[in-house]
């Protein structure tokens, strides 16, 4: 390669960089939160701990969206004081450690679920494996979501995960994953273990094993008279 | 005009210039000064692409009317051609689109094209309510997006365009009580004491 090539190729990198690292740190460095914009709704106190709070877990490379949407939604919910800051607290802890467990290049939304999974006691290395096998980040957080609720309602992990995965696999949609641990729900006031409920309902994704037909299999909500929110169409 | 055939031998190197006669050697000598001032002089070529250039302007005037002029621009089109650009220029075109790269792919959350967006019909029952309103993670959780009950019915409806993705949202009551939707799919504990509604919404074309 001659001169002018390599010339062009390093003011280029020179220029890449210079003009990329505000973008970069776009994120990093604007204060999670905006002061100006709590002042009338909570006190001194409140606002100078959550900043605190904020600041620090932007540091640990929390995404500051994240802990300003939460901030803002407690305030519209009218909790002020230690209630808000204990409960920013303890959702920045958990943003922190989903932070750790899956590395700097997580999406906010995939760090936010995962947050929730492991607050249903779904174990570190599900939730890294799943996420490592869902690259789409709308799946990762969708599927870790159900996993979460599965174990809510009482499902082992194992089986959780494989029955979401396995609807993933068949590209079942977020809507219907999302209604499984309803569905489950429904089946263990009837009576069911956990286990049964989600092997009746999404049958045994375990290799070979066919899915058995349910009645309660998630399913598209037509034919329901009651008012439901629906998706219609694109905007 | 012709030329001697021992000035040509000479001038194509076959004889010396001794073998001239008398008579021809100040011709020789004229033609040796010339070549030597042409070689001097004529240090470059024709343009790149000349030739080229020439067949087709010659082409397309043997051919005449819109077709040539057709060709020609399919040809002017067409043609390879070297593209002469200053280094700086080369590397702020690169670094332009790499920032455009990166720009879409750090976009935050609840930034996607309006393309994406899908229309959700969110409805809820309350025949108590003066107003209802709705909030999420859509808009910042501040519950400005009012429902509407226009045949007094009691059932409360608004269509708002969402991102595809998973949302949380609840409905507030009358300005101040937060509701949960009674017919969500799911929900999660917001953290506060209370449980958001959540919503996945599918890209249109997944659906």
Redesign the interface.
């Known amino acids: 390669m001659n001169r ?1 090539n390599w ?3 390093i ?2 990198a ?3 960089v ?3 690292t505000p ?2 740190a ?2 990093q460095d604007r204060p999670a939160l905006d002061a100006g914009q709590l002042q009338d709704r909570l006190d001194q106190e409140t606002i100078a701990r959550l900043m605190q709070i904020a600041r620090r877990a932007q540091q640990s490379g929390v ?1 500051p ?1 994240l802990i ?3 901030v ?8 002020r004081g230690g ?2 800051v204990r ?1 920013i607290e ?2 920045a802890r958990r943003l922190g450690q989903a932070r750790n467990l899956l590395g700097a290049g997580a999406r ?2 995939v760090l936010d ?1 995962a947050a ?1 999974a492991a ?1 249903h006691n779904v174990p570190s290395s599900r939730i890294r494996s799943f996420v490592a096998a869902n690259r789409d980040p ?1 799946r990762a ?2 599927g870790l ?2 996993i979460g ?1 599965l174990r809510d309602a009482g499902v082992p992990t194992d089986p959780a995960v494989r029955a979401v995965q396995a609807a993933i696999d068949r590209g079942v ?3 219907r ?3 499984l ?2 569905a489950v729900r429904r089946r263990v006031r009837q009576g069911e273990s956990p286990g049964e409920a989600l092997r009746a309902i999404a049958g045994d994704s375990r290799p070979g094993v066919r899915q058995a037909p349910s009645r309660d299999r998630p399913r598209d909500r037509s034919g329901s008279d ?10 | 005009m012709t030329m001697d055939p021992r000035l040509q031998a000479w001038l194509d190197g076959d004889i010396d210039f001794e073998a001239l006669p008398e008579t021809l050697r100040g011709e020789a000598e004229a033609w040796s000064e010339l070549l030597e001032d042409v070689r001097t002089h004529a240090v470059a070529g024709a343009p790149l692409g000349a030739t080229a250039r020439v067949m087709e302007a010659v082409q397309a005037d043997a051919a005449g009317g819109a077709g040539a002029r057709l060709a020609a621009w399919t040809t002017w089109l067409v043609r390879p051609r070297a593209v002469r650009i200053s ?2 220029a ?3 075109a ?3 689109v ?2 455009s790269v ?2 879409f792919a ?1 976009s ?2 609840g930034t996607g094209s ?2 994406d ?9 309350a025949p108590e309510a003066r107003t209802v309103a709705l ?1 999420g ?1 859509f808009n ?4 400005t997006i009012q429902l509407d009950d226009p045949d007094g019915d009691g ?1 409360w ?1 608004a ?1 708002v ?2 991102e ?3 949302h949380e949202y ?1 409905f507030v009551i009358d300005g ?1 009580e ?1 509701r949960p ?1 009674p ?4 929900y ?5 004491g ?1 449980q958001n ?6 890209p ?1 074309d ?2």
Do not use: C, H
């Open positions: 002018f010339r062009a190729i003011l280029g020179a220029l890449l210079g003009g990329s973008v970069l776009q994120n995404p969206q300003r949407q939460k803002m939604e407690g305030v519209s919910k009218g909790v209630r808000l409960a303890d959702y906010p939304e679920a929730q607050e709308r957080v969708v979501r159900t609720e949609s977020g809507e994953l999302l209604s641990s309803a009651r008012p439901r929110t629906t998706p219609r169409d694109r905007g | 280094p700086l080369a590397a702020a690169i670094a332009l790499a920032w990166t720009q750090l935050p959350i309006l393309d967006r899908v229309y959700v019909q969110f409805l809820i029952s909030a993670d910042e959780w501040d519950p059932l409806s269509r365009a969402l595809p993705g998973v609840m101040s937060w939707d017919n969500a799919l799911s999660t504990n917001d953290g506060f209370q509604s959540v919503l996945a919404v599918t249109v997944e659906t």
